[in-house]
């Protein structure tokens, strides 16, 4: 019984299911349409030149993790399931970059408790799983939290210095919300300079010369990037229902289990207020959760809609080290076991309500379009033409070929036609709608309407498939 009480074990045992979790079932969905956009940008068959144009095309942010994926696949083969192996493999080293954060800034086992809030996270466990940048973006942004921490320990150390900057640079890279970190580390900085009369100007120089040339770079890709169609933006401001949840229903599964995480961090950094006003890494922590919030939010008002859980999903590094480090550190043994015993409950029960345990012993229920079966159900039919319906989007054409890329991956057999550039009169063919781009908009152009006719529909989760004929 010892045995399986002693930390190494419970740590091994944590990471195991963590990493099971995020391999299992990995290629269960199809791909959504955010995916295909990164599965045909890393396409290894592209040249730099062709990758580049086609990112900027279509993307909305850095080329930094379709290079990435597109080295990853040039080795292991160009397929769904190896660029989401390149997602679960960056989502299961976050969990040991956590770990050896957490054992950075606490001297007790906080960080077996911080591990198993990682590990079993329905949020991050979803988002090892996609074929985009997220995951990284974590990995990327504990990895910066910790070589700056490392510096911090040990200001003289230039090399320290030299390796975060680089690593906050490409964090920044990753992700255009990798800038909230650096913007709460050059506030941690100003706070540690005005009331500990500590300043360490090598930093405050490298993050003002990253901030200038991310700032550089992210202008040239903003401007350069032309929306050739129509006005795609289709994010909104939050709504007042984020004001009572700030995605904590989003991170951790259900509005029931984020309120109590939330209700407990309130009351653990009001309780340990006094130990987190001394300016150190837990002040830190709680800088990073208020500007992940209050910058984009600004932003969103000032100019676009910006900000979505799966941007800011790195608020979950100092929220869970928050909620660990301060649990450990109550000086109440009762209150203590009572927030570990009850946030380890919820954890583990919510992953019954989900599919991360359902899918072990039944059918897992798909999420995403099913373009597997609407494409089979093409190939069964005597009809093996098919185009494809794109309203919207940044740039449209592009969007189709991303598509058209992924259909073919699936099957050679299938025909495209582009009913917006060809007159197409006396035909019949498939005409294939997403909802996760259309949303209800599945309609055909005007200038078919009246010479069309639906002879078959199908819905395969969010694509609606129709057999149409177009008479004179």
């Not at 906050?168 to 009369?197: C, D, Q, R, T, W």
Request: with cysteine; hydrophobic share 45%; charged share 15%.
């Amino acid at each position: 019984m010892k045995f399986f009480l002693k930390k190494e074990f419970m740590l091994f045992l944590i990471i195991s299911i963590g990493a099971f979790f995020r391999i299992y079932n990995l290629n269960f969905d199809n791909l959504w349409y955010d995916e295909i956009i990164s599965f045909w940008v890393a396409n290894p068959s592209f040249s730099f030149q062709e990758t580049s144009f086609f990112h900027n095309q279509i993307e909305s942010t850095s080329i930094l993790y379709n290079l990435i994926l597109k080295s990853f696949y040039q080795i292991f083969g160009y397929s769904t399931f190896s660029g989401r192996l390149l997602s679960a493999v960056f989502g299961i080293l976050s969990i040991f970059s956590i770990i050896y954060l957490d054992k950075q800034i606490n001297k007790n086992y906080s960080y077996i408790f911080s591990a198993f809030l990682i590990s079993l996270n329905i949020f991050l466990i979803g988002y090892s799983q996609e074929l985009r940048n997220y995951s990284l973006f974590f990995f990327t942004s504990s990895l910066t939290l910790i070589c700056f921490i490392k510096y911090s320990d040990n200001t003289n150390n230039i090399r320290n210095l030299f390796i975060f900057s680089i690593i906050l640079f490409i964090n920044i890279l990753v992700h255009p919300f990798g800038l909230i970190l650096l913007f709460s580390i050059f506030f941690y900085e100003l706070l540690k300079a005005y009331f500990k009369k500590k300043i360490s100007i090598a930093m405050i120089v490298s993050l003002i010369i990253i901030l200038i040339l991310s700032s550089i770079y992210y202008y040239q890709l903003f401007t350069s990037t032309s929306i050739s169609e129509t006005d795609y933006w289709w994010m909104s401001n939050p709504s007042l229902s984020f004001y009572t949840n700030f995605y904590f229903s989003n991170y951790f599964g259900s509005r029931l289990v984020g309120g109590i995480h939330l209700l407990i961090l309130i009351f653990l950094i009001i309780k340990n207020f006094s130990e987190i006003k001394k300016i150190n890494y837990l002040s830190l922590f709680l800088i990073i959760i208020l500007f992940s919030y209050i910058i984009p939010i600004l932003f969103g008002y000032l100019f676009k809609p910006t900000i979505l859980p799966r941007y800011v999903m790195f608020n979950l590094i100092p929220i869970i080290l928050l909620i660990s480090t301060l649990a450990f550190r109550h000086e109440s043994k009762k209150i203590k076991l009572s927030i570990i015993v009850i946030l380890s409950l919820l954890t583990i029960g919510n992953h019954f309500t989900e599919q991360t345990i359902k899918q072990i012993y039944q059918t897992k229920i798909t999420s995403k379009p099913e373009y597997v079966k609407a494409i089979n159900h093409i190939n069964e039919s005597n009809f093996n033409t098919y185009s494809i319906k794109v309203k919207n989007m940044k740039d449209n054409v592009s969007s189709i070929n991303a598509i058209r890329n992924y259909v073919n991956y699936l099957s050679q057999d299938l025909i495209f036609i582009d009913i917006n550039k060809q007159n197409i009169l006396d035909v019949k063919f498939w005409f294939l709608c997403t909802l996760d781009i259309n949303s209800s908009d599945c309609k055909i152009s005007v200038y078919y309407q009246n010479h069309s006719k639906v002879l078959e529909q199908k819905q395969f989760n969010s694509i609606i498939l129709k057999l149409i004929e177009i008479k004179k």
